[in-house]
C-alpha cells in the first residue's frame, strides 16, 4: 500500500532559526515528489517538485531533498520568519496516483 | 492568475440538506479531483475524475457523488447533508502525459470550509 509518512508532527521554533521537515514514502511506482504550504483556511500552495534524478532543489528560504534510494525527502527551511507558521504537505505521486501525508504543523514564535 | 476556483469559500447548511460545491479549473486538465481535510487525518480523496463524465470513487465517497459534465467543471454534492461532512474540501486538478507522468503541477483550489449544522 502507498504510504507517504511526515515527521514530526508538529513543531514550534524561534522566529530566525532553521528547521528540517522529514517525509519517507512506500510509493512505487514513483514519479516526482512534491512538498506544499497550506496558510490555515488556505488551499495548499506548491514550494517544490522534485522528480526522482533529482537530489536537490530550492525555492527562496526552502530546500528540499529527495533520495530516492532509501525513499526520504527533508524540506529545510531556513532564517525562519512569522510567516512560514503553516502546514507542511508532501506529496508523492505515482503513475496517476497521489499520496499525501498528513502534514507538518509548524509554528514560528516571536 | 487565478488556476482553480471553488464555488464558495465558507458554507453553512442544516443537516439533511442538499449541498452542491463547484469546483473550475481554467488549465485544460483532464483529471479532477476532491478532497476533504480533517485535523489529524490529512488530505482524503473522495472522488476523481479522468475526463469528462468519467469518475471513479475514491477513499471516503460515502454520502458523496460529482458530476463532471464539462472538462473544466466538477461538482461534488452531498445529497442529504450530515454533521459529519463538516469538514474543509478542496478540488484539485492535473494533467498527465505518457505513462503517467504528470505533465503539469497539480493546482489547489482555496477550500471551500462547510459547517453542516
Known amino acids: 500500500k502507498n504510504q507517504v509518512e511526515q515527521s514530526p508532527q508538529s513543531l514550534i521554533i524561534l522566529e530566525g532559526k532553521n528547521c528540517t521537515l522529514q517525509?519517507?514514502?512506500?510509493?512505487?511506482?514513483?514519479?516526482?515528489l512534491r512538498w506544499y504550504k497550506q496558510d490555515t483556511g488556505r488551499g495548499p500552495v506548491s514550494l517544490t517538485i522534485?522528480?526522482?534524478?533529482?537530489n536537490t532543489k530550492s525555492n527562496g528560504r526552502y530546500t528540499a531533498t529527495l533520495d530516492a534510494d532509501t525513499k526520504q525527502s527533508s524540506l529545510h527551511i531556513t532564517a525562519s520568519q512569522l510567516s512560514d507558521s503553516a502546514s507542511y504537505i508532501c506529496v508523492v505521486i505515482g503513475y496517476s496516483t497521489l499520496t499525501f501525508g498528513k502534514g507538518t504543523m509548524l509554528l514560528v514564535s516571536p | 492568475d487565478v488556476k482553480v476556483t471553488q464555488s464558495s469559500r465558507y458554507l453553512v447548511k442544516r443537516t439533511g440538506e442538499k449541498v452542491f460545491l463547484e469546483c473550475v479549473q481554467d488549465m485544460d486538465h483532464e483529471n479532477m479531483f476532491w478532497y476533504r481535510q480533517d485535523p489529524g487525518l490529512g488530505l482524503r480523496l473522495i472522488y476523481f475524475s479522468y475526463d469528462v463524465k468519467m469518475k471513479e470513487k475514491g477513499d471516503i465517497p460515502e454520502g458523496y457523488s460529482v458530476s463532471r459534465e464539462k472538462k473544466e467543471r466538477f461538482s461534488l454534492i452531498l445529497e442529504s447533508a450530515s454533521t459529519n461532512q463538516t469538514s474543509m474540501y478542496l478540488c484539485a486538478s492535473i494533467s498527465y502525459r505518457g505513462r503517467g507522468m504528470p505533465k503539469n503541477e497539480q493546482f489547489f483550489g482555496p477550500g471551500t470550509r462547510l459547517t453542516v449544522l
Open positions: 517525509c519517507n514514502y512506500t510509493v512505487s511506482p514513483f514519479s516526482n
Open positions: 522534485m522528480t526522482f534524478s533529482e
